[in-house]
């Protein structure tokens, strides 16, 4: 690899060879964007044939301009044809072919640098993607103010330059997105770490943001001086802080439960008045064992103590609020502000609802109004039987250890255990239709798309039939393959092909000859070669002749 061994160089030789690494990983990036514009090129919306079949027009391989104002109409496919030959996914070749195309034909200063093989290729694709929203003459601007400083200043400072440039030549739009920028709020949630950590990412309006700071730390601040844990807190060993916070945010999860923490931190006694009303007096009442099982009717001898109404001379003074809402306009035209008596509150019953509130957020079960969730954990076989296995993949979160699981399972959670899906016992339906229980299936057989190199782990993905439905015939899991929506386009209409062989190991060919097997364990590049070909005409036996149960 070195022409002189690395532990051979001096500080100066390997800082100068490293230098001359990232000048070839420019050159190599560089390259990249020109064969990808030139393939693009190849696919011009000229060759798009129209279908035989007229109804297929709408649905069919169209001309769509992938990049911003100013780039040619490419036929739709063309990027999804190249995404397995380079390894990528359909969007990132989409994505790597549309900067090609917006550097070459709207940005001609950088594509002088990246024809030179000078142009560092993420910062110029940056620059693409950043401006794709610009009018020609607008791109062709920020081109002028910036193609030679992409060379001059690091790239943190280039994207301030870049931000400041588009903000100079489309002011206008500019202030548009940042009045809707104002109005987009979201909260979104990101992949699960090796450690079954998840973060959390929020954009509020700034008094929601600063008032859940501020609850979440008055939580935080309230289990930490605790004598005793609080009932349904998940505390995770929490010692710092800021692991504290993350507690107390996991609290509020449970809004009553958040809600009871909060309330009697502050007065811990306010409900007991209330509450003792619906509660058996030791005095009064003869206390028995009674079943804690709230699945089942508890026995006569355990019944509920009927409530004692309030007393409503026990109430304070009832003084009615003016509800100018009500006002009813008199015949002189002035307001008048005498209530319906038929619409005035009942201050005792108003009371006893009270009553009962508070009593039953005192009495109530916090886990109880969980909402409920499904965790899907796959084990397999082998280290099923092996019986020493600690690691378990859980979906949306990833590979993580059982004793997590028992821990996350193990405080505030009701668990309902549903029976172990076994894809193997699937029973075929007489339809092209495919009903839930088999979506199911599919799903825990295959999570990823089977299209080589897909990222798509989603759940609604489309089921193909891999193996052409017959009218009249029957849908197994065996037939069907997994795959996203894009992708499930361009094996219907675009020029790439596809077997299985065995249930669950998928081989594709495409208009180049390579020839690709994916399963559950990733993508497989057999290349363009004899034993590709081979075992392209091998998967065709299977597909095709499989007997029909």
């Known amino acids: 690899m070195f022409e002189t061994p690395v532990y051979d160089m001096d500080a100066a030789e390997t800082s100068a060879l490293l230098s001359a690494c990232i000048g070839e990983e420019y050159w190599a990036q560089d390259r990249q964007l020109i064969l990808a514009a030139h393939f693009a090129s190849l696919y011009p919306p000229e060759k798009l044939s129209a279908p035989e079949d007229r109804r297929l027009a709408l649905v ?39 900067d090609a195309l917006d550097l070459r034909h709207r940005f001609p200063g950088l594509w002088q640098l990246v024809l030179r093989g000078e142009a560092p290729g993420p910062t110029a694709r940056s620059v693409a993607r950043k401006t794709r929203g610009l009018s020609l003459s607008q791109a062709n601007a920020v081109d002028r103010m910036l193609a030679e400083k992409i060379l001059a200043v690091p790239r943190g400072r280039f994207e301030t330059l870049l931000d400041a440039a588009i903000l100079r030549v489309d002011a206008d739009r500019i202030a548009e997105q ?26 509020l309006d700034a008094p929601d943001a600063i008032g859940l700071d501020a609850t979440i730390d008055r939580i935080a601040d309230i289990l930490v001086k605790s004598p005793e844990p609080v009932p349904g807190v998940a505390y995770r060993n929490a010692r710092t802080k800021e692991e504290w916070r993350a507690v107390a945010l996991g609290v509020l999860r449970n809004p009553l439960l958040a809600s009871k923490i909060l309330i009697e931190s502050v007065q811990p006694d306010l409900f007991d008045e209330y509450v003792a009303a619906y509660e058996p007096h030791p005095a009064s009442f003869n206390a028995v064992d009674c079943p804690v099982n709230r699945d089942q009717e508890p026995p006569e001898d355990c019944a509920e103590p009927e409530a004692r109404p309030a007393d409503a001379d026990d109430l304070p003074p009832y003084e009615p609020v003016p509800d100018l809402s009500r006002s009813e306009a008199t015949p002189t035209g002035h307001a008048t502000s005498e209530p319906d008596p038929a619409l005035e509150p009942d201050p005792a019953a108003e009371r006893r609802r009270q009553d009962a509130l508070t009593a039953f957020l005192r009495a109530v079960d916090p886990a109880r109004l969980l909402s409920p969730a499904t965790l899907y954990f796959h084990l397999s076989e082998r280290d099923w039987l092996a019986g020493g296995s600690t690691i378990a993949r859980a979906e949306q979160l990833g590979p993580v250890l059982l004793e997590q699981l028992r821990t996350w399972l193990g405080t505030g959670s009701r668990i309902t255990v549903k029976p172990v899906i076994d894809p193997a016992r699937s029973i075929p339906v007489d339809a092209y239709e495919i009903p839930d229980s088999m979506r199911e299936i599919m799903h825990l057989r295959s ?103």
Do not use: C
């Open 178 to 203: 940042a009045q809707a920028a104002a109005r987009d709020r979201f909260v979104k949630t990101s992949e699960s770490t090796e450690h079954g950590i998840k973060s959390i990412y929020a954009r």
């Open 60 to 98: 069919g391989e169209r001309a769509v301009q992938l990049g911003g104002a100013g780039t040619p109409m490419v036929a739709e496919f063309a990027p999804d044809e190249l995404a397995p030959e380079i390894g990528q996914s359909i969007f990132g070749a989409r994505s790597l072919m549309a």
């Open 447 to 549: 999570p990823a798309s089977v299209f080589p190199y897909s990222t798509n782990l989603r759940r609604d993905k489309d089921l193909d039939h891999t193996i052409p439905y017959a009218r009249g015939g029957s849908t197994e899991p065996d037939d069907l393959g997994p795959l996203g929506r894009r992708e499930h386009r361009f094996r219907t209409h675009g020029r790439i092909s596809e077997r299985q062989p065995e249930p669950g190991r998928y081989v594709w060919r495409t208009s180049f000859g390579r020839v690709l097997i994916t399963t559950s364990a990733g993508t497989f590049d057999l290349g363009r070669g004899d034993f590709a070909a081979a075992v392209w005409k091998a998967a065709a036996h299977k597909s095709v002749l499989r007997p029909v149960a």
